[in-house]
């Protein structure tokens, strides 16, 4: 028997590979299919099940395109309807693999069709279980994405803390837990770094698996600090519920080496966005007038399906010689593919064009402590708010980035920002999109709060209230 997870740290995101006997399954499998059927065929195996622990939001899966290439049957949760040929397999039935069984656990919460997959080996042993979004390792599947009708937060929330302590608490302890993510997704507040752990450890030290909790206290705990849902959660859930387009076909449309001139005419004349992927440094050097920074090497399509509100928007993409694939195939993984081709030759080519460039100001901390001591400055902290609260530079307003689209309003045109966050990507990605609105005087602070925290610049650090006793 073999078990490899598959992490993917952009999306903070787990597949997982199970093989036995010649025979292979794929759990919760992202959009390319290649990198699964091409390790099957490695290893000498078949690949018998794709199975979907629940509809994913956060990223689209490949789950259609894996079986039309494999023969491979789709199997999903009790209560899962989707518009493609899958097989809805029924609580507590089992699917035979080589010499191991996969048995569905039907853990209603994160969403109702949410099932886990308890792995039993060929021992009759059970051994794993792959718990999706029902179980993070510190945390749990958050169960506000499937409201509907009559069907609340709360609801959800309590189906949840009965599917914990009815299927998965009474595993043994020395089940090792596999989730569908970790620390960095937004699926759950609270995960670990660490992808996979034992049951009995997370029941000693996940707050959601304390067996003294009771269901009022557990609703409370789960819904506690939730932020809202990035806005292209919904619509990738729409599009694993159809037949997405392969990603073969995204790939060919997206690749198309474009010379200056047509990058130019389709992004003014069919409205598409200029997205560049370079380094930050980069970037703020010299850009494409009214491009957007979202760099590669990062958070990269988190944040384009946080910021780009239109999975159909049309997108042409700057990137560095020879990452264009990786590119296109990134954007498709939340549901952006809609790409029409990249800048041949890059930043180059459209100098030697003739064309124009901008630039952002990106200063060092050092020089920011210099100023503060001579000038009073609007400080723009685009971290999140968790961020912001533990430490901040005082007087600095707080304007996280996922929302900045929305509350661009409470910004005056007029004024400098210096912008920062924790170490300068989501700074640029702020600096680039209020540039391309009209907002000349922008000031990037390179390194962010990390470098900021290394001078004197005067921080705010957060209390902790204490109860003073009479």
């Not at 209603?108 to 718990?131: C, M, Q, R, V, W």
């Not at 990037?444 to 610049?457: P, W, Y």
Request: with cysteine.
């Amino acid at each position: 028997m073999k078990v490899e997870q598959i992490y993917t740290g952009c999306l903070a995101q787990g597949a997982y590979y199970i093989e036995s006997a010649g025979e292979a399954a794929i759990i919760d499998p992202l959009r390319e299919s290649a990198p699964y059927i091409e390790k099957a065929q490695r290893e000498g195996a078949n690949i018998k099940y794709v199975f979907e622990t629940h509809f994913h939001a956060d990223f689209v899966s490949g789950h259609v395109d894996l079986s039309q290439k494999t023969g491979a049957k789709i199997i999903y949760g009790p209560g899962a309807n989707a518009d493609f040929d899958f097989y809805e397999s029924k609580d507590g039935e089992e699917f035979p693999l080589g010499d191991i069984k996969i048995k569905v656990l039907h853990t209603p919460g994160h969403t109702l069709e949410s099932a886990t997959y308890l792995l039993i080996d060929e021992n009759g042993k059970e051994a794993a279980i792959f718990s999706g979004d029902t179980l993070f390792i510190g945390d749990v599947g958050r169960p506000d994405l499937a409201q509907k009708g009559n069907l609340t937060q709360e609801g959800l929330a309590g189906m949840l803390y009965d599917s914990l302590r009815s299927k998965i608490m009474t595993l043994p302890d020395d089940v090792v837990v596999y989730p569908a993510h970790g620390a960095g997704s937004a699926c759950g507040k609270n995960m670990s770094k660490e992808t996979s752990d034992t049951l009995g450890h997370q029941k000693e030290t996940n707050y959601a698996l304390n067996a003294k909790l009771t269901k009022p206290q557990f609703i409370e705990a789960v819904l506690d600090g939730l932020l809202p849902p990035p806005q292209y959660f919904a619509q990738n859930v729409a599009m694993n519920k159809s037949e997405a387009i392969g990603l073969d076909k995204v790939l060919e449309k997206g690749q198309v080496p474009l010379d200056p001139d047509t990058f130019e005419s389709i992004a003014n004349h069919e409205g598409a966005l200029v997205l560049d992927t370079r380094s930050a440094a980069a970037f703020a050097e010299e850009h494409v007038p009214n491009s957007i920074f979202i760099g590669i090497d990062g958070g990269f399509a988190p944040w384009v399906g946080a910021l780009i509100p239109d999975l159909q928007q049309a997108i042409v993409f700057i990137s560095d010689e020879g990452r264009e694939e990786e590119v296109v195939t990134r954007l498709s993984r939340v549901g952006y593919d809609n790409t029409l081709g990249y800048l041949k030759g890059g930043l180059s080519a459209w100098k030697a064009g003739g064309k124009e460039t901008e630039s952002i100001k990106s200063i060092p901390a050092e020089e920011l402590e210099n100023s503060l001591n001579s000038h009073e400055l609007n400080i723009l902290d685009v971290r999140k708010p968790g961020e912001f609260t533990a430490e901040h530079v005082k007087e600095a307003f707080n304007l996280p980035l996922d929302y900045l689209n929305s509350n661009m309003h409470e910004l005056d045109k007029n004024k400098t920002y210096h912008i920062h966050c924790a170490g300068g990507y989501r700074s640029m990605i702020a600096s680039s999109i209020l540039k391309s609105r009209g907002f000349e005087h922008l000031v990037d602070i390179a390194g962010g709060f990390n470098a900021i925290s290394k001078t004197n610049v005067p921080t705010t650090e957060y209390v902790c209230p204490t109860t003073v006793a009479k």
